[in-house]
């Protein structure tokens, strides 16, 4: 299943806004260095679907905003 997502890092909270089944809009408190971002969204999604965060994995936009996620 492909997630695409819209990351806003430096948040004042972390939360999860779902605009359709495949398109989210994910914000996250942590910073957008060191993948320190990409790691609170996975955590995110993984709490949102219930599943563990290995399942989720960035295919593209890992240096950008937009993303595309798979879970498998």
Do not use: C, W, Y
Not at 16 to 23: A, F, M, Q, Y
Not at 36 to 56: E, G, V
Request: glycine fraction near 2%; hydrophobic fraction near 40%.
């Amino acid at each position: 299943m492909k997630i695409f997502a819209k990351a806003k890092p430096n948040s004042k909270k972390d939360e999860i806004k779902k605009l359709d089944d495949t398109h989210f809009e994910i914000r996250v408190t942590a910073e957008a260095k060191e993948g320190k971002a990409n790691a609170a969204a996975i955590k995110i999604l993984s709490k949102h679907f219930n599943i563990p965060p290995s399942r989720i994995n960035i295919r593209s936009g890992a240096k950008s905003k937009q993303k595309i996620l798979e879970i498998s």
